[in-house]
């Protein structure tokens, strides 16, 4: 893969971890609050998106980690980390993570919308990251049978 293509699907990669990350601590969850026998407490979307922005930040670092990792091996790790830190912020809004409130209406539906969209980006690139690792190979001459 030419060094220009690489760069280019880095900075798409830290970009989207960055916009998780962003949006998280932005849009956040819903602004209501439950009371509980112990007093009031924000609804359960409000910690989704608190975990979310804290994981999200180790995505932002391995997506760093993964467009100036000099080596191959350090690439495919970060790219794999990446993956990994992708999977977990797109798990978090589930019901059997954190999840969301109920009533699809609400704004953290939305906003875990924009979330695995950014998400799902990120891990297709880091996919793409993982597969295609080593720039020098797209430079050796191919095999013709």
Not at 6 to 12: R, S
Not at 87 to 105: H, K, Q, R, S, T
Request: aromatic share 4%; net charge positive; proline share 3%.
């Amino acid at each position: 893969m030419k060094a220009g293509v690489w760069k280019a699907l880095g900075a798409v990669s830290v970009l989207c971890m960055i916009a998780v990350v962003a949006v998280s601590a932005v849009m956040g969850g819903c602004d209501k609050m439950i009371e509980c026998t112990s007093g009031m407490m924000p609804m359960k979307c409000h910690w989704t998106f608190v975990a979310a922005t804290f994981v999200g930040v180790a995505g932002v670092v391995s997506a760093i980690a993964a467009l100036a990792a000099k080596t191959a091996e350090g690439r495919r790790v970060a790219a794999l980390m990446t993956i990994v830190v992708g999977a977990i912020i797109a798990v978090l809004p589930m019901d059997f993570a954190i999840g969301l409130c109920g009533n699809a209406e609400m704004e953290c539906h939305h906003t875990a919308l924009v979330v695995w969209i950014a998400v799902a980006v990120a891990v297709v690139v880091a996919l793409v990251q993982v597969a295609k690792a080593n720039p020098a190979d797209a430079e050796k001459p191919k095999l013709k049978l």
